[in-house]
């Protein structure tokens, strides 16, 4: 019988560098969507290629290692292997104890590949954290673009972001974005900035226009802007460092394949440039 919670802030703890920075991201997403968290550790029943080491991957105020030894080797049968995952999963919940966190959270440890894992959370769940390198075969694109369940990639370490920009670009992905924060308050207490890269036309600006006016009807404090570049990756990361905004929210791969295989993908591209927090939402 499954534990997976429904509407939980799924933590995925793959990846040593990332999982103090994964763990205070979605204890900073469940505190304001009140939600429960779900520790998510994937892990097949077979042998590791290369070490995984968790060693002094968490923190505590004490100063001393959560996990002072914690490594994966090619010898380690697989009741080793589970039971490092659940050694990674108890320490990774003692973390969030520590930090004065009190809403429920839980273990899912999956005997599968990270894949398989976020595609079995993935109609259940209300975001899911990952951290920015994965340490599976798959890339975060791979991983990303198959997703029905938004996404949050963060680097290490995680800051509570206090403003945003959102890329507006008038695809049907980033118009379920938009209904999505306006019926959230994931976004309520930050400055946003609605940003679309395209040509000053009439219908470019009725379609910001649009947005934006919904964004403040919805109570969040915004601004709107219309860049005239053909860049949109660049366009939009110049104007994110210029303003300092500490989110970058878009639509997840909107774009035709057609246009990707012409021009490549604006997410793909954003993936491997960006270094802030980063929420990905799903492609219908």
């Keep these: 019988m499954s534990n997976l919670k429904p509407d939980s802030i799924i933590a995925c703890l793959d990846c040593p560098d990332h999982v103090q920075a994964v763990l205070d991201a979605s204890m900073w ?10 520790l998510l550790h994937a892990m097949p029943n077979t042998h590791r290629a290369t070490a995984v080491s968790y060693s002094g991957c968490l923190t505590v105020d004490d100063e001393t290692h959560l996990l002072q030894k914690f490594t994966t ?3 380690d049968n697989n009741s080793q292997i589970k039971d490092q995952g659940k050694l990674l999963l108890k320490q990774a919940e003692s973390y969030c104890l520590s930090r004065q966190y009190q809403k429920p959270i839980y273990a899912l ?13 993935d109609d259940e769940a209300q975001l899911i954290v990952i951290g920015h390198n994965v340490t599976c075969k798959h890339t975060l694109a791979q991983l990303i673009r198959p997703s029905k369940c938004p996404i949050l990639v963060t680097h290490a370490p995680f800051s509570p972001p206090r403003s945003a920009l959102f890329a507006f670009d008038n695809r049907p992905t980033c118009h379920a974005l938009l209904d999505w924060l306006c019926h959230n308050a994931l976004i309520r207490p930050m400055a946003v900035h609605i940003v679309m890269v ?41 104007y994110q460092k210029q303003h300092q905004l500490e989110l970058l929210m878009t639509g997840a791969f909107g774009e035709s394949r057609l246009r990707e295989i012409f021009y490549g993908s604006d997410t793909q591209k954003l993936l491997g440039s960006s270094k802030s927090p980063y929420l990905l939402f799903p492609s219908e």
């Design 109 to 121: 440890h999956r005997h599968t590949t990270l894949a398989e894992s976020i595609d079995y959370v």
């Design 29 to 38: 997403v469940a505190k304001i969507l009140n939600a429960p968290i779900g």
């Design 73 to 75: 080797e090619e010898h």
């Design 198 to 238: 395209g040509k000053e036309t009439e219908s470019n600006k009725d379609a910001l226009r649009e947005a934006y006016a919904r964004l403040k009807q919805s109570g969040i404090n915004c601004k709107k802007a219309l860049i005239d570049e053909r860049d949109v990756t660049a366009a939009l990361l110049y």
